[in-house]
């Protein structure tokens, strides 16, 4: 797949990231990246601990990534999240979290198919 | 050449007579042996066609008459020059006759309007009108003063006029006669070098650059005066083509100033010879956020990364000012984006170093507790990398140039402080050859003064005395006993007075008063005020028991009390007889328990606080330390 590809395979915005950051190169390695970044697992790992405040900082760390690199669709379901979690409380997160992970496999797939 | 007879004028006569030459010649100037040693050509020749022979200097030489033919364009004048006497002193009288038409209106109209009034320089007329369609095969540079608009505030438009005259007149003296040089804005110049190798050309901007920074202005010697040039080679294209790319590089030479860039190189490699990349820390705990800003920024920053709060600190107390801009995310684990703000504001930081915010928290209210914190720049995700770079370059020059600015502050501030400190000094001796009080009475007595007010003003506001107030009268409390000199310094210096020479040593405040009322211009100066109140009332006590005039209270002013007690104490515990000299404690004792004399319930309290910091200063016969800071950024005395 080529990276504009990509990005409509996972519902980015990929007219967006182009106009912001410096070129195309700069965002391929920086949507590569993506893959070594450590927010998500942070997250997932928080959530299982029950720790509200981590979870928080994974989330919005999450959101982010995915507003600089124009990731919209996994943006906006770790944008709500977020806002849940904000207030130190786990409530919401159950039904919050699985969008954020069905979101995320899909982005982590189509990167692995980026040529 | 032939001999001239009536060679002996009047200033009036040669002036007259100039007048009447008027109505004949094009241009007739009178020039002395200085101006014909140094500069003689008739301003449109100078840079254009300088002569090969020179009348004026024959003339002068051989105290006679020299004519010659000299051409400007296609034009023919006649140069003649004369020597006279005016008023006794040797001169030559240079006219200027245009042989035709065209060479009339040549030098009467187009070399006049087509000149820089200030500099001499050819104006930005001339280079919209002949200059920029032409094609020459030429070296094209852009010549831009640095820091010109700081000069202009800091020094006076004078200072900014003198030193264009001078840059003008040093490239004019590096350039050939076939070169042209344009004052192309206020601070910026053209420079065309027609048919000129590229290695030449690129040497004659080295030197140009370099004769530049070494020059100075006699009359401003603080001032330095440096230029970015950007340089290219013009073949085949117009001159108005040739102008974008000069101007260019010009501004790549402007990022690290003092700079020649003739090529088209990256802006990164420009400051090869002076690395000042400006650092710009980092703080964000995502590595990929830090990875991307630093990508954006690298081409024109040094980097520091911090994944978080206490690491950012850290790397502000072992960096300090050398960090010129720091980059702050919000949501942080253990401490937070505005902790951050919170403890740099709390340790002074913010003074020196701005903070730009970066988050995707976009709440009004985060944003405002962003800039109530101290915050420089708020930029939400998310972010467009040009803007980001554009912010933050912003933000970083302009807080460079505050630097700049203070660095220049202080240093003049400084500079009218230790004028200030030799004129005390220079005082001091004087009344010490005088009378018998230590050389170091004065010094003492002002920072003793200084010691009080500061702790005075603490206190309370009721006497009004503002920053400015309180250096003044620091200041003049160096004068307080200038009426000594009008004293017999038998009495001064004698033991034990009569009754007579007590009164006549009483008078002392009355005439330093007195000198002073009599500097009448300066009358209405704040400081000479602060002085007469100061001679006049340092003797007088609270309760009305002192001299000369017996006020009592707050009738005495301030400033005279305030003196009046700094005395006091430092003729108890400064005596120059070590035996007599009492020890600090029990000097605040006496005066205290009023055995010299009362003195304001309140300034006797300030005395006792500052006890602690009196045995510092009054400690050895130190010369006085240089301002303080505190001082120094009182606004009221930089106002």
Same mark, same amino acid.
């Given at each position: 797949?080529?990276?504009?590809?990509?990005?409509?395979?996972?519902?980015?915005?990929? *007219?967006?990231?182009?106009?912001?950051?410096?070129?195309?190169?700069?965002?391929?390695?920086?949507?590569?990246?993506?893959?070594?970044?450590?927010?998500?697992?942070?997250?997932? *790992?928080?959530?299982?601990?029950?720790?509200?405040?981590?979870?928080?900082?994974?989330?919005?760390?999450? *959101?982010?990534?995915?507003?600089?690199?124009?990731?919209?669709?996994?943006?906006?379901?770790?944008?709500?999240?977020?806002?849940?979690?904000?207030?130190?409380?786990?409530?919401?997160?159950?039904?919050?979290?699985?969008?954020?992970?069905?979101?995320?496999?899909?982005?982590?797939?189509?990167?692995?198919?980026?040529? | 050449?032939?001999?001239?007879?009536?060679?002996?004028?009047?200033?009036?006569?040669?002036?007259?007579?100039?007048?009447?030459?008027?109505?004949?010649?094009?241009?007739?100037?009178?020039?002395?042996?200085?101006?014909?040693?140094?500069?003689?050509?008739?301003?449109?020749?100078?840079?254009?066609?300088?002569?090969?022979?020179?009348?004026?200097?024959?003339?002068?030489?051989?105290?006679?008459?020299?004519?010659?033919?000299?051409?400007?364009?296609?034009?023919?004048?006649?140069?003649?020059?004369?020597?006279?006497?005016?008023?006794?002193?040797?001169?030559?009288?240079?006219?200027?006759?245009?042989?035709?038409?065209?060479?009339?209106?040549?030098?009467?109209?187009?070399?006049?309007?087509?000149?820089?009034?200030?500099?001499?320089?050819?104006?930005?007329?001339?280079?919209?009108?002949?200059?920029?369609?032409?094609?020459?095969?030429?070296?094209?540079?852009?010549?831009?003063?640095?820091?010109?608009?700081?000069?202009? #505030?800091?020094?006076?438009?004078?200072?900014?006029?003198?030193?264009?005259?001078?840059?003008?007149?040093?490239?004019?003296?590096?350039?050939?006669?076939?070169?042209?040089?344009?004052?192309?804005?206020?601070?910026?110049?053209?420079?065309?070098?027609?048919?000129?190798?590229?290695?030449?050309?690129?040497?004659?901007?080295?030197?140009?650059?370099?004769?530049?920074?070494?020059?100075?202005?006699?009359?401003?010697?603080?001032?330095?005066?440096?230029?970015?040039?950007?340089?290219?080679?013009?073949?085949?294209?117009?001159?108005?083509?040739?102008?974008?790319?000069?101007?260019?590089?010009?501004?790549?030479?402007?990022?690290?100033?003092?700079?020649?860039?003739?090529?088209?190189?990256?802006?990164?490699?420009?400051?090869?010879?002076?690395?000042?990349?400006?650092?710009?820390?980092?703080?964000?705990?995502?590595?990929?956020?830090? #990875?991307?800003?630093?990508?954006?920024?690298?081409?024109?920053?040094?980097?520091?990364?911090?994944?978080?709060?206490?690491?950012?600190?850290?790397?502000?107390?072992?960096?300090?000012?050398?960090?010129?801009?720091?980059?702050?995310?919000?949501?942080?684990?253990?401490?937070?984006?505005?902790?951050?703000?919170?403890?740099?504001?709390?340790?002074?930081?913010?003074?020196?170093?701005?903070?730009?915010?970066?988050?995707?928290?976009?709440?009004?209210?985060?944003?405002?507790?962003?800039?109530?914190?101290?915050?420089?720049?708020?930029?939400?995700?998310?972010?467009?990398?040009?803007?980001?770079?554009?912010?933050?370059?912003?933000?970083?020059?302009?807080?460079?140039?505050?630097?700049?600015?203070?660095?220049?502050?202080?240093?003049?501030?400084?500079?009218?402080?230790?004028?200030?400190?030799?004129?005390?000094?220079?005082?001091?001796?004087?009344?010490?050859?005088?009378?018998?009080?230590?050389?170091?009475?004065?010094?003492?007595?002002?920072?003793?003064?200084?010691?009080?007010?500061?702790?005075?003003?603490?206190?309370?506001?009721?006497?009004?005395?503002?920053?400015?107030?309180?250096?003044?009268?620091?200041?003049?409390?160096?004068?307080?006993?200038?009426?000594?000199?009008?004293?017999?310094?038998?009495?001064?210096?004698?033991?034990?007075?009569?009754?007579?020479?007590?009164?006549?040593?009483?008078?002392?405040?009355?005439?330093?008063?007195?000198?002073?009322?009599?500097?009448?211009?300066?009358?209405?100066?704040?400081?000479?005020?602060?002085?007469?109140?100061?001679?006049?009332?340092?003797?007088?006590?609270?309760?009305?028991?002192?001299?000369?005039?017996?006020?009592?209270?707050?009738?005495?002013?301030?400033?005279?009390?305030?003196?009046?007690?700094?005395?006091?104490?430092?003729?108890?515990?400064?005596?120059?007889?070590?035996?007599?000299?009492?020890?600090?404690?029990?000097?605040?004792?006496?005066?205290?328990?009023?055995?010299?004399?009362?003195?304001?319930?309140?300034?006797?309290?300030?005395?006792?606080?500052?006890?602690?910091?009196?045995?510092?200063?009054?400690?050895?016969?130190?010369?006085?330390?240089?301002?303080?800071?505190?001082?120094?950024?009182?606004?009221?005395?930089?106002?």
């Amino acid at each position: 797949m080529t990276l504009e590809q990509v990005y409509a395979a996972i519902g980015g915005d990929y *007219k967006g990231v182009m106009e912001r950051l410096p070129s195309a190169d700069f965002v391929r390695r920086f949507a590569l990246k993506f893959l070594q970044d450590d927010s998500f697992p942070n997250l997932k *790992k928080a959530l299982e601990e029950k720790d509200a405040p981590t979870a928080f900082r994974a989330a919005h760390t999450l *959101k982010g990534v995915c507003q600089n690199l124009g990731f919209d669709a996994l943006y906006a379901p770790s944008s709500a999240l977020t806002e849940a979690l904000r207030g130190g409380s786990l409530d919401g997160a159950d039904e919050l979290f699985p969008p954020v992970e069905k979101e995320y496999q899909r982005v982590v797939e189509a990167l692995k198919a980026l040529e | 050449m032939s001999e001239l007879t009536e060679q002996n004028l009047t200033r009036q006569q040669a002036e007259q007579e100039m007048a009447c030459l008027r109505k004949i010649y094009a241009s007739v100037r009178l020039l002395d042996p200085k101006m014909l040693a140094e500069e003689p050509c008739y301003p449109p020749w100078k840079n254009v066609h300088p002569c090969t022979s020179c009348v004026g200097r024959e003339a002068m030489a051989g105290k006679c008459q020299c004519s010659k033919l000299e051409t400007l364009g296609s034009s023919l004048y006649q140069v003649t020059a004369r020597y006279v006497e005016v008023d006794g002193k040797p001169y030559v009288m240079e006219m200027i006759l245009p042989l035709d038409a065209s060479a009339r209106s040549t030098l009467n109209s187009n070399e006049l309007i087509y000149r820089d009034a200030l500099t001499g320089a050819y104006n930005r007329r001339f280079y919209e009108e002949e200059l920029k369609h032409k094609y020459l095969n030429a070296g094209v540079a852009m010549i831009d003063l640095d820091d010109f608009k700081l000069c202009n #505030d800091t020094y006076g438009h004078s200072a900014g006029d003198a030193a264009l005259r001078l840059i003008v007149s040093i490239i004019h003296r590096r350039i050939r006669s076939t070169d042209m040089l344009v004052r192309y804005g206020g601070d910026e110049l053209l420079l065309i070098l027609p048919d000129i190798s590229a290695e030449a050309f690129v040497r004659k901007l080295k030197d140009i650059n370099k004769r530049l920074f070494a020059a100075h202005l006699p009359e401003f010697e603080k001032m330095h005066v440096s230029a970015s040039i950007g340089g290219v080679m013009a073949a085949g294209i117009p001159i108005s083509d040739a102008l974008p790319i000069a101007d260019k590089r010009m501004y790549l030479a402007k990022h690290s100033k003092n700079t020649v860039v003739t090529e088209d190189i990256a802006p990164d490699a420009v400051r090869s010879e002076n690395d000042h990349r400006p650092m710009v820390l980092i703080v964000d705990d995502s590595p990929m956020n830090r #990875d991307i800003l630093s990508e954006i920024l690298c081409d024109d920053f040094e980097i520091l990364e911090a994944p978080n709060g206490p690491k950012c600190l850290e790397l502000l107390n072992a960096w300090g000012s050398d960090i010129s801009i720091v980059l702050l995310d919000i949501v942080m684990p253990d401490m937070d984006g505005f902790d951050v703000l919170s403890r740099m504001s709390a340790q002074g930081w913010l003074e020196d170093i701005p903070v730009v915010m970066i988050s995707s928290e976009d709440s009004s209210q985060t944003v405002r507790r962003a800039y109530e914190l101290g915050a420089s720049d708020y930029i939400s995700r998310p972010f467009d990398a040009r803007i980001v770079h554009r912010r933050v370059s912003n933000v970083t020059r302009l807080y460079a140039r505050q630097r700049r600015l203070s660095a220049l502050v202080s240093q003049q501030f400084y500079d009218r402080e230790k004028n200030d400190q030799m004129m005390i000094g220079i005082l001091g001796q004087v009344m010490e050859i005088h009378n018998s009080e230590s050389i170091h009475h004065i010094s003492r007595v002002q920072r003793i003064t200084s010691i009080l007010l500061e702790r005075l003003c603490q206190k309370t506001d009721i006497y009004g005395l503002s920053g400015m107030d309180r250096y003044l009268i620091t200041t003049a409390s160096s004068l307080h006993d200038i009426g000594k000199v009008a004293i017999d310094d038998r009495i001064l210096n004698a033991h034990d007075l009569t009754p007579e020479q007590t009164a006549i040593l009483h008078t002392h405040p009355i005439l330093g008063a007195q000198m002073l009322e009599n500097l009448s211009q300066y009358q209405d100066e704040p400081l000479v005020k602060f002085a007469i109140q100061i001679c006049r009332w340092h003797h007088e006590r609270w309760d009305g028991s002192g001299y000369p005039d017996g006020r009592r209270g707050d009738d005495i002013p301030i400033a005279a009390q305030v003196v009046a007690l700094a005395d006091a104490y430092d003729g108890l515990v400064g005596k120059r007889d070590k035996h007599e000299a009492l020890s600090q404690e029990e000097a605040v004792a006496e005066l205290t328990a009023g055995k010299r004399g009362a003195f304001n319930p309140l300034l006797l309290e300030c005395l006792r606080d500052v006890e602690d910091r009196l045995a510092e200063e009054t400690e050895g016969d130190t010369p006085a330390p240089p301002p303080k800071k505190g001082i120094l950024f009182d606004e009221t005395v930089l106002e």
